[in-house]
């Protein structure tokens, strides 16, 4: 099948789904192109390295949000995209999108869902949110994407301990870790589930 990466950031998760198609572990699977809402990003650098197309569309290139989504559609169809992964993307996908691709739209987020997600919940702010929560478990959620923030069904949950000498990096580094094992994994459930 024909996956489109969404990237915005360092691209590790993106990273993560490279090395398992190319060791093998997902099958049948190839990343057509990685589309990025940063010039900058070192994830566009990983999909260049792994002669990856990137499609760089951001807010400055589209002043319009209807222009730029409508960008990324052209970008997706284009492709012939089967699967979209949003891999620490930090745009929200209007309706448009969605609904073109629907049930077809996956994204990794760095805690356990439904707790913990929404506008506020990205990056660093998470972890300082958990470990003020004193919660004792968290973890990375790979769910659908439907029209809401961090709330479509979830695909896959995967869990980490917080340690009470937990800092929000130290915890964020214990989460990226899992969210790398289990986003393959979601890749892998998602083409069973829909026999490709
Ligand atoms: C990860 O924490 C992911 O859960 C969140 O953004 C971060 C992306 O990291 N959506 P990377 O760019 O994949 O390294």
Redesign the pocket.
Known sequence: IRISVL??????????LIDAIEEGSIENAKIVQVISSNAS???VERAQEHDIPVNIITKHDYADIRDRMDAILEALNNESTDLVV?????SILPKKVIDAYEDRII????ALLPKHGGKEC??IK?HEKVIAAGETESG?TVHYVDEGIDTGRIIIQGIVPVKSSDTPELL?AR??KK?HQILPEAVRMVMREKGW
């Open positions: 990237v915005s950031g360092n691209g590790s998760n993106l990273q993560a990003a070192y994830a949003l891999a620490g993307y930090l994204n990794v987020h760095p990205y990056g998470v990375a964020q989460v990226l969210e």
